[in-house]
């Protein structure tokens, strides 16, 4: 159980498109889903974390009009990187907890996505 | 400010030895959870083992179990018998009751054949 999905695993694009991400929580719902950047050798660094229904909570230097999340149910959460830039590249990933149980008090995590702009 | 410290950058071990991951941290709160995950090469980050502060009994997974001192704000992870597929980084992250997760910087683990 607790099973995390992302699509796409890997996306190159030109500078100045948009790119949407997937995440989906396969087999629970999911309360809150949480979007971090990861760059080389560093640890996850938080962007954002968004609920069901509601607007997303940006972290402090991240720009919400540059990463638009949303959260249209309880097992999915978007993450559109806007007129994408080379600097935008990187690996994102997203996590999800559950609603009930051990399940909400940890986040499960899908497989990250690979983003490349050229 | 709630800081968690990983001292370790690398570590090395013989398949089948034991090996302690350390990680400490700090907070004002009495009550957190606190994780270790695991991030192999394939990047994909696996829950490893979880404890929640206001338990004294430390928590084991199989192979893996930790040694959590609640005054000391100490939280190791301990991995027996390791196999070739315990290489990976590994963060140990605390929800101290905002929800988010504060990790820590991580500790590459090889496991040498």
């Known amino acids: 159980g607790a099973v995390v999905s992302q699509h796409p695993s890997r996306v190159i694009c030109k500078s100045g498109t948009s790119v949407k991400i997937e995440c989906r929580s396969l087999d629970f719902q999911a309360t809150t889903m949480f979007w971090y950047r990861q760059f080389p050798k560093q640890s996850l660094m938080l962007m954002a974390t968004?609920?069901?229904?509601?607007?997303?909570?940006?972290e402090q230097g991240v720009e919400k009009d540059k990463f638009l999340i949303n959260h249209a149910s309880l097992t999915l959460s978007t993450l559109t990187v806007t007129s994408a830039h080379p600097e935008d590249s990187s690996f994102y990933i997203c996590s999800a907890r559950g609603l009930r149980g051990r399940m909400l008090d940890t986040q499960y995590f899908g497989p990250g996505t690979r983003l490349t702009v050229l | 400010a709630q800081t968690v410290t990983q001292s370790q950058p690398e570590m090395s071990v013989q398949e089948a030895e034991t090996v302690t991951l350390s990680c400490t941290y700090d907070?004002?709160?009495?009550?957190?959870?606190l994780f270790w995950y695991k991030q192999p090469p394939s990047r994909q980050m696996i829950l490893v083992i979880r404890q929640e502060a206001y338990k004294q009994q430390n928590a084991t997974e199989n192979r893996f179990s930790v040694n959590f001192q609640k005054a000391a704000k100490s939280f190791s992870l301990k991995i027996s018998d390791s196999q070739l597929g315990d290489t990976a980084m590994y963060f140990c992250a605390f929800d101290f009751g905002n929800e988010k997760l504060t990790f820590g910087t991580g500790t590459r683990l090889t496991i040498i054949p």
């Open positions: 968004s609920n069901e229904g509601s607007k997303a909570t940006y």
């Open positions: 907070t004002s709160e009495s009550n957190y959870y």
